[in-house]
């Protein structure tokens, strides 16, 4: 039986200061292999995460939401 190592981290994510904003963002994110859970927060422009670890990294989710074209970066 294999352990999922879940951990979180935080994201900026320039433009996402509402629903309507960020939605584009926030679904490819919850697509990407290895997301667990994405929740927005519009007031401090950014996007709390938990991932597993042995799937993806922060740093290619930051590299993955930059090649869509969006202004990402981790906390």
Known sequence: MKLIKYKMT???CE?????????PIL???KC?????????DFEE???LIEYDQD???PKAIVDL??????????I
């Open 10 to 12: 935080g994201l900026t």
């Open 55 to 57: 799937v993806i990294s």
């Open 15 to 23: 433009g996402c200061t509402c629903g309507h904003c960020g939605q």
């Open 65 to 74: 939401v930059k090649n869509r074209g969006y202004s990402i970066d981790e």
């Open 45 to 47: 422009d950014m996007v």
């Open 32 to 40: 990407m292999d290895g997301i667990l859970k994405v929740t927005p």
């Open 27 to 29: 679904i490819y994110l």
